[in-house]
């Protein structure tokens, strides 16, 4: 069986663009490593699942315009570009299981435990890891290398962040840890 590492969302749009999150930043080189760790490690895949929308997804009427399917703003920022080997998933809802091909990848390779790292950690990460739940996948949360988006936080980004993976444990029993405890 196999592990994938999966990065949600780390795109322009989501780190300086229109949905810039200044706690994107803090989380980008603790999943730096864990990517490197990963493509050196036989039975881990890293996986991206990347916002690629269209315009009327209904996504866009909640966040307005973001990472449009080929703009720049869609692209994964340079410090965590993909590599030779790693899979891209676009995906045009919060989980990067809805109507993508991430299933069947999972199945193919054999995945049975997803380690979620990006953002938005209430959001995509939430939704996300309940389609991993709901398939009996193994869900890994890193403390470190999740961030909700911050504008949203009013003041309170840390509780916010706790809250947001506390839920994660709570109902999909996963497991949360670090990018140290995990290297
Ligand atoms: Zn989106």
């Known amino acids: 069986m196999a592990t994938a590492l999966l990065v949600l969302d780390m795109l322009t749009d989501f780190t300086s663009g229109k949905l810039a999150n200044p706690a994107a930043k803090q989380i980008t080189e603790p999943i730096a490593a864990l990517a490197r760790a990963a493509r050196g490690r036989d039975d ?32 994964v920022i340079g410090e965590l570009a993909p590599q030779p080997g790693d899979l891209i998933v676009p995906k045009r809802y919060y989980s990067a299981f809805t109507e993508t091909d991430l299933d069947a990848t ?30 009996g996948i193994t869900v890994v949360a890193v403390s470190d290398a999740t961030a909700v988006y911050e504008p949203f936080a009013a003041g309170r980004y840390q509780q ?21 405890d995990l290297l």
């Open 44 to 75: 881990w895949v890293v996986i991206y699942g990347n916002d690629a929308h269209r315009p009327g997804d209904f996504e866009l009427a909640v966040f307005g315009e973001h990472a449009m399917a080929g703009t720049p703003g869609a692209e």
């Open 106 to 135: 999972c199945r193919v390779q054999g995945i049975d435990r997803l380690v979620v790292t990006g953002q938005h950690t209430d959001c995509c990460c939430r939704h996300t890891s309940y389609d991993a739940f709901a398939r």
């Open 160 to 180: 916010a962040q706790d809250d947001a993976l506390r839920y994660l444990r709570t109902y999909y029993g996963a497991e949360i840890t670090s990018t140290a």
